[in-house]
Structure formats: C-alpha cells, structure tokens
T-cell receptor, first 114, second 113 residues
Framework: KQEVTQIPAALSVPEGENLVLNCSFT??????LQWFRQDPGKGLTSLLLIQSSQREQTSGRLNASLDKSSGRSTLYIAASQPGDSATYLCAVRLVETSGSRLTFGEGTQLTVNP | KAGVTQTPRYLIKTRGQQVTLSCSPI?????VSWYQQTPGQGLQFLFE???????NKGNFPGRFSGRQFSNSRSEMNVSTLELGDSALYLC????????????FGEGSRLTVL
C-alpha cells in the first residue's frame, strides 16, 4: 500500500527566506507526483506536476524535484512571501490495473511572517 | 476557461438522509475523480470516472456511489448519512485518466447533524 509522508508538518519562516518542503513515498512505481497548495476552507490549487521520467519542474519561484528510486520529492520555494502561507500537499499517482488514483500526504502547513 | 465547478458549496443534513453532490469538469476533460477530506483522515480517494465508466474505487462503503454523464459531468451520492460523513468533498478533473494533471474544484462542505 502506497504511503506518502510530508516533513515537516508545520513550518514558520520570516518573509524572504528560501525553504524546502519534503515528501517521501513508499512505492516507487508511480506515474507522476503533483504538488498542491490549499488555503483554509478552499479547494486544491495545482502547483507543479512531475512525470516519473522527469527529475524536476520549475514555475516561477517554485522548483520541485523527484528522485523516484529513493521515493523522495522536494518543493523549493524561493524568496518566500506572506501570500505563500498555506498548506502544501504532495500526491503520487499510482497506476493500478484500472484507472489511477492520487495518494496524498498529510501536508505541510506553512506560515510566512512579514 | 472555466475551472472545475462543484455544487452546492455548503450543505447541512441530518443522520439518515441522503445527499447528491455535483461536479462539472473543465471543458474537454473526460476524467473526473472524487476525494473526501477530513481533519482526521486527510484526503482519501473515493472513485474515478472516465467516459461514463467507473475506473477505480476507493475503500468506502457502498453508501457512497457516483456516476458520470455523457457530457462528463459527475455526481456522487451518499445515502443513509452518518455523522462521520461530515467532510469536504472535492472533485477533480483531468484531460487524461492516468497521466494528466489534476485540477480541483472548491469542494462541497457537508455537515451531518
């Protein structure tokens, strides 16, 4: 059974700091990994999608890496801003015999202080 | 381009009742999946539909069911509601079933009293 773990569970940093969020998964036979952010009471916003054949993806101040063999992904946020405060979730897509499903981690709650 | 639309956004039901939630995917997306989010269990997969066929089902009791229509819109139904069904129900759509990026709606928050 695929398990996804995110460390740390919560993180508080001053504005402007660079930071790294970690995600690990137990089954390396994945199709892809996706990072999301969730604001309180809201749905999930897709940040980055990394296919299993890729090593990293970048979007603006965000960079996500994937090491499938070791079952790890990191989300790097450069020059953090108060607007980055949210819960960040990673999810892996394990293709089963029919269809596919996302398995989510518990999330990292990020607070960026002005 | 409109995103994933879920209705209703909020609803309150009592135990024993049933509820139907609706999801309209992004135009052109044929895959729709549903997730339940609770503080204790996090995000858990309910089911996935592609071209009106259920392709995958999570580990939920038979009280949870769903369907997809020919226009890719999807509904999920929960019968005989229990207090533990209180949750945020999220719908996601993607262009492709297996490898596509998932886009989520704002969710339907269900409270069971």
């Amino acid at each position: 059974k695929q398990e996804v773990t995110q460390i740390p569970a919560a993180l508080s940093v001053p504005e402007g700091e660079n930071l790294v969020l970690n995600c690990s998964f137990t089954d390396s036979a994945i199709y892809n990994l996706q990072w999301f952010r969730q604001d309180p009471g809201k749905g999930l916003t897709s940040l980055l999608l990394i296919q299993s054949s890729q090593r990293e993806q970048t979007s603006g101040r965000l960079n996500a890496s994937l090491d499938k063999s070791s079952g790890r992904s990191t989300l790097y946020i450069a020059a953090s801003q108060p607007g980055d405060s949210a819960t960040y979730l990673c999810a892996v897509r394990l293709v089963e015999t029919s269809g596919s499903r996302l398995t989510f981690g518990e999330g990292t709650q990020l607070t960026v202080n002005p | 381009k409109a995103g994933v639309t879920q209705t209703p956004r909020y609803l309150i039901k009592t135990r024993g009742q049933q509820v139907t939630l609706s999801c309209s995917p992004i135009s052109g997306h044929r895959s729709v999946s549903w997730y339940q989010q609770t503080p204790g269990q996090g995000l858990q997969f309910l089911f996935e539909y592609f071209s009106e066929t259920q392709r995958n089902k999570g580990n939920f009791p038979g009280r949870f069911s769903g369907r997809q229509f020919s226009n890719s819109r999807s509904e999920m139904n929960v019968s005989t509601l229990e207090l533990g069904d209180s949750a945020l129900y999220l719908c996601a759509s993607s262009l492709q079933s297996s490898t596509g990026e998932l886009f989520f709606g704002e969710g339907s928050r269900l409270t069971v009293l």
